[in-house]
């Protein structure tokens, strides 16, 4: 054998053995994290990142705790010990949620909805493979939806809603092949719904409504076969309702109400067997209901109301045995009421308002608890109700109903009812002595009709009645005192009738609730009652057209609403009742028109007391009502000047004070009232210049006339009067009307010195001595 041979066989066993002394030496690694101890951590981390725990839930998440499995709201496989629920719902919770949820590789199920976690989802959910439930529900998350969260194909259930969500649905939607539960509502979501949706045909549930999701309802969605709830109400959806919907026969719920969807409603709904709710009011659909919806014989809702529907209530309505709630108002609606809705015994509620149906009300099914046809065109005389009545509400008011109150009034069925609205009708006669049996009434409206004779006595047994509505009609006489007995009233409107006798003190002493007061318009006299000052919930009060007289109260200041002390205001005056609830409007004169308002009544701060007999000043102490809009207190027989502070009010835009008495110059604090937008003091005994201002200026000479004002607006400048000049004069006349003390000096020394300075020379020298007494002599000669 050669020596390189011997070489070549020396080198190959040397690699032999040194590999075998490398496997047969022990590696030393460092040890690695089992599972338990990756999802110890995981939990630990989440439990950082939670700043508010007020139930003390995770108290038990410890560092000392290795048995994590026993902790609060933490499920464990029995076999691996890891993770695999994870439920914190409605614990108060606040904080971020942890990235470190990615970690929980064996969870199923994350519960963490009705808490007040803010931040973004964390995208590391993306890698829980094995999650099937993901509810974050009633928080307040922000960003967008993860993309990362497709990627957890095995979801079946995702809520995500009432959120602070934005962005768009994630075009990958599609991926959640067994998704049967999808809820992002309650959100700020936008941009089109994905077609890819119409992928998720396990899918029961889609609840996407209140967020502003635009464009077409994608017509995949009717491959949704098993879809049991559509929920795609208040957003900005346009086009129609996609044909073939009447596919989608597991639909139980249909609600795509308050969008912007048009066209006619599809006959195919009347497919739709099960269907048993169905929402399509505040879009613009036309044309007539379809008679084939009568065909949805499970139906318990319907709700088409504002639309623009036309024609007439299907004749086969009574087929929908099963009906509850009917509701067809405000669309254009018209002819009768068909007979049939009488026999649907389980209908509650019946909304057929701002319509033009006509036709006479012989009778109110016993099971409704409400009935709206206001704002329509029935007539005929009112009905009646019989015992075991569950109505809650009556709204008739805007129609033609005629005759007396008594039949509906004097009823045996009335004691369920919380309010009844017969305003703007032709009911005629006096107002039926009955409301002993109203024990339940809350609201009552009888304005604008025929209605003689006086209050009723008996109105003062509503010990829930909170508004009453009477202007507008003929009753006479005067408050009868029974009305203090009504201490839950916060309006009170007695407006335009032929009321007398002087304004009751107890008005303010027990009706301490009272927001409006309005006795406009009637014929009330005698002084304003010192104790209307204990209503410091008062907003608006209006005392104008009447024939009060003496001093305007100077303890309004008391009024705590209009001075700003309470500041707790009700945007709308609103009212809820079990079947509903009823935003209050109220009539009144503001700027010198008479306007309705309705959902910012709780806005308006309103004092009126003109065209009365009030005398004497304007006391300063109106001056505090900082949150005062409009003060009227013209023609009345006010004297004095205008409060200097009137400038404080900045919250006046509505100020009247023409027609008085009232003198001296306009106070300047006027320039400082920027809202100002209705302005007069015409026709006083005012005089001096306007005060400069943008908002001043900016009126016409019809705020002015009828005083000796002057300066802008008005044409006439104001004349400046220059101080005379007595220099001038001085001098003409020798200064007759000055002492010059300069002058006088210097005579005075002359003769001092002239005298003295001959005397001297006279006794000094003697040939001047001689010389003087000739010339004397001299001058006596002659």
């Known amino acids: 054998m050669s020596a390189k041979w011997l070489l070549f066989l020396r080198s190959f066993l040397f690699a032999i053995l040194t590999h075998l002394a490398a496997f047969s030496t022990p590696i030393h690694k460092a040890p690695a994290l089992n599972g338990t101890n990756v999802d110890r951590l995981a939990l630990l981390a989440i439990k950082s990142m939670i700043k508010g725990d007020p139930q003390g839930l995770l108290t038990s998440w410890n560092q000392s705790s290795t048995d994590f499995c026993q902790w609060q709201g933490v499920t464990c496989s029995p076999r ?38 803010s931040g973004a989802i964390p995208p590391e959910i993306g890698r829980l493979f094995r999650l099937q439930k993901l509810s974050l529900r009633n928080n307040s998350f922000t960003g967008n939806i993860p993309a990362t969260l497709m990627n957890c194909s095995n979801l079946q259930a995702l809520n995500l809603g009432s959120n602070n969500l934005v962005g768009k649905i994630p075009d990958s939607i599609g991926s959640f092949s067994m998704l049967s539960f999808l809820a992002l509502h309650d959100n700020i979501l936008h941009g089109g719904i994905p077609p890819e949706i119409g992928s998720l045909f396990r899918l ?95 139906l318990q809702v319907l709700n088409l109301g504002r639309n623009n529907l036309v024609g007439k209530i299907p004749d086969g309505i ?25 026999r649907l015994y389980r209908l509650q509620t019946v909304s057929l308002s701002n319509n033009s149906f006509t036709g006479n009300l012989l009778s109110i099914p016993p099971t409704l608890h409400m009935l709206d046809l206001s704002f329509n065109n029935f007539g005929g005389k009112l009905p009646s109700l019989t015992n075991g009545s569950a109505l809650r509400y009556l709204g008739l008011s805007h129609n033609y109903f005629v005759g007396s109150l008594h039949n509906l009034v004097c009823s045996n069925g009335v004691n369920a009812i919380e309010s009844v609205e ?45 508004l009453l509505y ?30 007398i006798g002087i304004i009751p003190p107890w008005i303010g002493i027990k009706l301490t609730m009272l927001k409006i007061l309005n006795l406009r318009s009637n014929n009330f006299y005698g002084h ?129 004070l023409s027609v008085n008495y009232l003198s001296r110059e306009l106070p300047m604090s006027l ?92 006794m000094l020298n003697r040939s001047w001595r001689i010389t003087y007494f000739r010339l004397l002599r001299k001058l006596i000669k002659v």
């Open 318 to 342: 009574g087929s929908l045995s099963m009906l509850t709630l009917l509701s067809l108002h405000d669309n254009i609606l018209h002819g009768g009421i068909p007979p049939e809705i009488c």
């Open 470 to 499: 009477m202007r507008g009609n003929m009753i006479s006489g005067s408050l009868p005192s029974s009305l203090m007995n009504l201490s839950s009233l916060k309006i009170l409107d007695l407006e335009k009738n032929n009321l």
């Open 204 to 298: 029961q549930e889609l609840w996407l409504y209140h967020n502003s999701f635009t464009g077409n309802i994608p017509a995949t969605i009717t491959n949704c076969s098993n879809l049991q709830i559509l929920q795609l109400g208040n957003n900005s959806l346009t086009g129609k309702i996609p044909d073939g919907i009447g596919s989608l026969s597991m639909l139980s719920i249909l609600a795509l109400s308050d969008n912007i969807l048009e066209g006619g409603i599809p006959p195919e709904i009347g497919r739709l067997f099960r269907l048993q709710e169905l929402y399509l009011f505040n879009n613009s659909f036309r044309g007539n209901i379809p008679a084939a919806i009568m065909n949805c014989s499970n």
């Open 671 to 762: 320039s400082g009232l920027n809202f100002l937008s209705s302005f007069n003091v015409s026709y006083n005994n005012l005089t001096g210049r306007i005060p400069t201002g943008t908002q001043i200026q900016s009126f016409n000479e019809s705020s002015f006339i009828g005083n000796k004002l002057c300066g802008a607006p008005l044409t006439n400048d104001c004349v400046h009067v220059d101080k005379p000049d007595t220099t001038s004069d001085q001098k003409e006349d020798g200064g007759s009307h000055k002492v010059d003390w300069g002058l006088i000096i210097s005579i005075a020394l002359g003769l001092i010195i002239g005298f003295w300075g001959i005397v001297v020379s006279l």
């Open 80 to 117: 691996h010990q890891r993770v695999t629920h994870l439920n914190l719902s409605n614990r108060g919770l606040s904080g971020l949620l942890s990235p470190s949820i990615g970690n929980l590789s064996f969870l199923r199920e994350i519960r963490f909805s009705s808490n007040s976690f």
């Open 528 to 656: 304003t009652p010192n104790q209307l000052c204990y209503l410091s919930h008062i907003q608006v009060l209006d005392l104008a057209h009447n024939n009060l007289s003496g001093n305007i109260p100077r303890c309004f200041n008391n009024f705590s609403v209009l001075s700003g002390i309470e500041t707790n205001l009700e945007v709308q005056f609103s009212f809820h009742f079990d079947v509903g609830f009823l935003i209050v409007g109220e009539l009144l004169v503001m700027k010198g028109r008479e306007d309705t308002y309705g959902s910012t009544l709780g806005l308006v701060t309103l004092l009126d007391l003109s065209s009365n007999n009030l005398s004497g000043q304007i006391p300063s102490e109106l001056t505090t009502l900082h949150k005062l809009k409009s003060l009227n207190l013209s023609r009345n027989q006010l004297t004095g000047e205008i409060p200097n502070k009137i400038g404080d009010m900045k919250s006046l835009e509505s100020l009247d």
């Open 422 to 466: 017969l305003g703007y009708n032709q009911l005629s006669g006096v107002i039926p002595e009955c409301w002993e049996k109203w024990s339940s009434l809350r609201v009552l409206y009888l304005n604008d009709n025929n209605l003689s004779g006086e209050i009723p006595r008996t109105l003062g047994s509503l010990p829930l009645l909170q």
